[in-house]
């Protein structure tokens, strides 16, 4: 076996938080230990390995290396300390930025060197169309006494079926958003074409996008929303007591998020009494803000539990795993803080505060495919990969 290591990775993956894999020396003790290992997988030990050999190709076309949620039972039992958990975190990182697109904003989010443009690039955006608008100007505590809270932080304006408001909000939140998308489907598709490759089958013969969906996509799904593999861990437990809260929480807010602009931007037309903030004790308030708590909630866990886990095991905590924490915490902290000053009457701090809100909420969407944030679509669809592999298809389509 020609094995041409890349050295350059190698260093990236100790510069990440891998930089124990060198005392790896192939007991096999972190397969043994691990949920997801079997008799003819030995995950992470084949990884480790791979890791020492610069193998990229390879671990960049692994399912096993999304598989993984990092419950740690590999990195407690390693009789040597090499921190097999840390080591795949380091590898998932590599990948997010090997499969983003733009490049360019894949290594600015890589780094503590871009947070100042990461936080200042969505500021300016959003700071600069808030003065275009005129709200930036508008007299915020007119806004607050009659009642429109939030509603015309970027003005207002006559015509009656299109806000103001959500047309600024537009402006940055679905490029955003759009940008996001279209390079995590480009970060998917290729990583499909090379696990598809890596087990010789055949790209031509594949499901319909429903048999997809239906056979291998909506049961990863169930299975992610039933953690039902973090039962399967023995050290971090508090990971399933972070990440089910904070799960649940996105769910909450989404549907929050959609009925607000259903009620405001189409049922407000033609009844006005859906215009304006909800009253505090509205069913769809009452989700938001249980679900911003549930996320405060389980970020708490998430961030406890890993400052906890750095300090036990003597590992070097880095950009990479704390932007993500900071991040949504951020989120669910200015916007729970945007809805007290609301109530307290307090405009000028209030509408500060929201506009932070803002900005966290583009960060949020704008990075995921760059940062932590991915493994929601990489894992998802490393677990579809992994039933499809085992279906008649893949087997049909063996080349």
Not at 30 to 59: H, N, T, Y
Not at 242 to 251: D, E, N, S
Not at 358 to 375: C, D, I, N
Request: proline share 5%; charged share 15%.
């Amino acid at each position: 076996m020609n094995v041409q290591p890349d050295v350059e990775f190698i260093k990236y993956l100790k510069g990440v938080g891998g930089d124990t894999l060198k005392k790896c020396y192939q007991c096999a003790t972190c397969s043994v230990v691990c949920p997801l290992s079997g008799d003819q997988k030995p995950f992470p030990r084949k990884e480790m390995i791979w890791s020492q050999w610069g193998m990229k190709d390879a671990l960049l076309t692994d399912t096993d290396v999304f598989l993984c949620h990092q419950c740690g039972d590999c990195t407690e039992k390693c009789p040597r300390g090499a921190k097999p958990a840390e080591v795949l975190g380091a590898i998932r990182a590599y990948a997010y930025n090997f499969y983003a697109w733009p490049r360019g904003l894949a290594n600015l989010a890589s780094n503590a060197k871009g947070l100042p443009l990461l936080i200042g690039i969505p500021s300016v955006i959003i700071l600069v169309l808030w003065f275009i608008s005129g709200g930036l100007m508008d007299n915020w505590n007119a806004n607050f006494e009659a009642g429109y809270g939030y509603q015309r932080m970027f003005g207002h304006w006559d015509f009656h079926w299109y806000a103001k408001n959500i047309f600024f909000i537009v402006l940055f939140s679905v490029p955003a958003a759009g940008l996001a998308i279209f390079s995590a489907y480009m970060g998917i598709r290729n990583l499909w074409k090379g696990m598809a490759s890596k087990h010789d089958l055949n790209p031509d013969y594949k499901p319909s996008t429903v048999q997809f969906v239906q056979q291998f996509l909506w049961p990863s799904i169930k299975e992610i929303l039933n953690h039902n593999r973090f039962d399967e861990c023995t050290v971090n437990t508090d990971r399933k007591k972070g990440h089910k809260p904070l799960v649940f929480a996105f769910i909450g807010l989404f549907v929050v998020t959609l009925w607000s602009l259903f009620a405001n931007d189409i049922l407000g037309l033609f009844w006005p009494q859906f215009h304006g903030p909800m009253t505090f004790w509205n069913p769809v308030k009452l989700l938001g803000n249980v679900s911003a708590i549930a996320l405060i909630y389980g970020m708490y866990i998430l961030w406890t539990s890993r400052s906890e886990k750095e300090k036990n095991a003597g590992i070097q905590g880095n950009f990479y795993d704390w932007f993500l924490i900071w991040e949504i915490m951020a989120v669910g902290v200015t916007g729970l803080l945007a809805e007290v000053f609301r109530w307290a009457g307090l405009a000028t701090f209030g509408h500060i505060i929201y506009f932070l809100h803002l900005v966290t909420v583009m960060m949020l969407f704008l990075y995921m495919p760059y940062t932590k944030f991915a493994h929601i679509v990489y894992r998802t669809f490393a677990m579809a990969f992994e039933k499809y592999r085992e279906s008649a298809f893949a087997k049909t389509a063996i080349g």
